[in-house]
């Protein structure tokens, strides 16, 4: 069973410009979550989508957004590009069924803003 | 908001030694995990505890979910050079609703060096 699949692994950009980081999840899993992953500020919780609807998200400027398509597969996309959007972008699925169900993590997409 | 306090920051061990890290909170949380994040790749899933008092292991590992469900360990024992990453412990408060089952907080880490 392939795991998760982010694409592209590694991005550089300039501050202002936007980018947009896709996840294709487990087959079968139906949440995708996305995570920024910084030296600083260690895993941090962006947003999590189940059947194309936002069910949560954390505490980030407007400039990050994200949606899921029919098929479960995700983007996020960051606006107007600053430094400190540099970071690890993760993102996970699970099965989203009351019980157990873990998230599963893909590799990332290091984002480099210069 | 929530917040996870994992210790010890770093360890350093000599090959065949046994290791034991932590995480507490000052909130309950209904899920406990334990991930492991090798350098340029995602956290990988070592184990996931989802009941107080639960005692779990997989393989060299073994991991239990605090009575009080505010806290975590998760012990490796016979450490191999394999073994070197960040390990991460992560919970789902109590507090996030039955739809939040994607939203984790995570501890800041545990950086494990084996030498052999």
């Not at chain 1, 550089?12 to 992953?37: A, D, E, F, N």
């Not at chain 2, 469900?69 to 990453?85: C, E, H, Q, T």
Request: hydrophobic share 30%; glycine share 12%; with cysteine.
């Amino acid at each position: 069973k392939a795991g998760v699949t982010q694409t592209p692994r590694y991005l550089i950009k300039t501050r202002g410009q936007q980018v947009t980081l896709s996840c294709s999840p487990i087959s079968g899993h139906r949440s995708v979550s996305w995570y920024q992953q910084t030296p600083g500020q260690g895993l941090q919780f962006l947003f999590e989508y189940f059947s194309e609807t936002q069910r949560n998200k954390g505490n980030f400027p407007g400039r990050f957004s994200g949606r899921q398509f029919s098929n479960s597969r995700s983007e996020m996309n960051v606006s107007t590009l600053e430094l400190g959007d540099s970071a690890l972008y993760l993102c996970a699925s699970s099965l989203s069924r009351r019980g157990h169900s873990p998230l599963h993590f893909g590799n990332g997409t290091r984002l480099t803003v210069t | 908001g929530q917040q996870l306090n994992q210790s010890p920051q770093s360890m350093f061990i000599q090959e065949g030694e046994d290791v034991s890290m932590n995480c507490t909170s000052s909130s309950i949380f209904n899920t406990w995990l334990w991930y492991k994040q090798d350098p340029g790749e995602g956290p990988v899933l070592l184990i996931a505890l989802y009941k107080a008092g639960e005692l779990t292991s997989n393989g060299r590992l073994t991991a239990q979910f605090g009575i009080t469900r505010k806290d975590s360990f998760l012990n490796i024992s016979a450490s191999i050079p394999s073994d070197v990453g960040i390990y991460f412990c992560a919970g789902q408060p109590a507090n996030a609703g039955g739809t939040s089952y994607g939203k984790l907080t995570f501890g800041q880490g545990t950086i494990l060096t084996v030498h052999p």
